[in-house]
Structure formats: C-alpha cells, structure tokens
C-alpha cells in the first residue's frame, strides 16, 4: 500500500524549531519529487516546499524561505522539514505529498503537475 | 503569481442533485496544470482530477472535471452523502510551484 506518515509535530515556543519527517512507504520514493503542504485551523492549504527526487532541488513559498529547509535520505525513504524561527503564523497541519510529473499522452513534451498521494498530516502549533 | 478564485464559497445541495464548482484564474494556465482535490473533515486531501479533466484512479465518474484558459469546472453529478466536503483547485508554476483556490464548501441542504 502507498502510504506517507508525517511525524514530529508539537507545541513550541514562537521562535523555536522543529523539525518534520515523512516516512514513505509502497512505492520507490527515491524516483519521485516530494511536498510539504500546510493547513492553518480552519483555513486552506497553502504548498510550503517542494524538493527534487534526487534532493540537489529545492523550491520555497516566500513565506518560509529562509527559515524552513526541506531534505530527503532516499536510502531511508524519508522526508524531513526542518523549521526554525517559528512564528505563530505557521500553526498548522502539515502535510507531506507526493509530486506527479506525467507526460499528457496527446502531446508529448507537455506534462503533468499534481499531487496524488497525501499523508494525514501532523500539527504544529507555535504558542507560548 | 498566478491567483485561483473559487466560487462558489458555499454551495448548499441534496443528495441526487448536481454540483458545479469554479475556478477562475488571474491569467490564463495550461489545463495540464490544474488539478482538483476534495477535503472531508479531518482528513487530508484527495486528488479527484489532474490535467483539468482526468480522473485520479479510483475516483468514480460523477466527478468530472473541464475547462481551459483562465477558467475551469468540477462538475459533480447524483450527490451522494460523502461528497459533502472541501474541494480545492491547485495550479502548478514555475514560482511559486504549487498554489491553491480558496476552497469551496459544498454542504448538505
């Protein structure tokens, strides 16, 4: 079964760390890209930070840069987000999501983008 | 940065009926990268649709997808209970890479 288990949310204090992992299972992670997606309470989701297969690539929201930065072990299938300066704004639930890049069979050369698999999420929550 | 805008924010239906959901871009996107997810309460996201109008494996075909440009559609026919949910539209870019609409709450009349 393809499965994504977020861990190592908490309670921290405004200006603390925390670092996220995302354990992969059922499928060959190392052959895909990887997302965090954050949920505030009761708001929207909002894509916080992608990185490549391979891990040389990472991208931002410029809402995090800086102070978020997004690693993968391939040989241990899991992902990890490491926050730092926390603020809270970034109370939330985070979400760990597969990345999707598939040729669209009509036109090749053109591509796909989604995400298709999603962990349950873990909560943060950024309070003193 | 392109902006998807969801309408309606709440949309009130019965069971049977039929669902039309937006999405409105502030530019004009390649369908490929529009992709529809659904949201129940107190579970992560499902992809529904990707390329605007292909269904996600095992998603049943009440739900369909359409559109192209700036605007696009989820249509969801013969509401059944567990359709009931948040759905969110989700374009890809190259900067930011991924953002989402704002979400449209389709609830139980």
């Known amino acids: 079964e393809v499965q994504l288990v977020e861990s190592g949310g908490g309670l921290v204090q405004p200006g603390g760390s925390l670092r996220l992992s995302c354990e992969a299972s059922g499928f060959t992670f190392s052959t895909y890209e990887m997302n965090w997606v954050r949920q505030a309470p009761g708001k929207g989701l909002e894509w916080v930070s992608y990185i490549s297969s391979s891990g040389y690539s990472t991208y931002s929201a410029d809402s995090v840069k800086g102070r978020f930065t997004m690693s993968r072990d391939n040989a241990k299938n899991s992902l990890f987000l490491q926050m730092t300066s926390l603020r809270a704004e970034d109370t939330a639930v985070y979400y760990c999501a597969r990345g999707r890049v598939g040729e669209v069979p009509a036109a090749p050369g053109a591509y796909y983008y989604y995400m298709d698999v999603w962990g349950k999420g873990t909560t943060v929550t950024v309070s003193s | ?109």
Do not use: H, M
Request: proline share 7%; hydrophobic share 30%; with cysteine.
């Open chain 2, 1 to 109: 940065e392109i902006v998807l805008t969801q309408s309606p924010g709440t949309l009130s239906l019965s069971p049977g009926e039929s669902a039309t959901l937006s999405c409105r871009a502030s530019q004009s996107l390649s369908s490929n990268y529009l992709a529809w997810y659904q949201q129940r309460p107190g579970q992560a996201p499902r992809l529904l649709i990707y390329g605007a109008s292909t269904r996600a494996p095992g998603i049943p075909d009440r739900f369909s997808g359409s559109g192209s440009g700036a605007d696009f559609t989820l249509t969801i026919t013969r509401l059944e209970p567990e359709d009931f949910a948040l759905y969110y539209c989700q374009q890809y870019s190259s900067s930011p890479r991924y953002t989402f609409g704002q979400g449209t709450k389709l609830e139980i009349k």
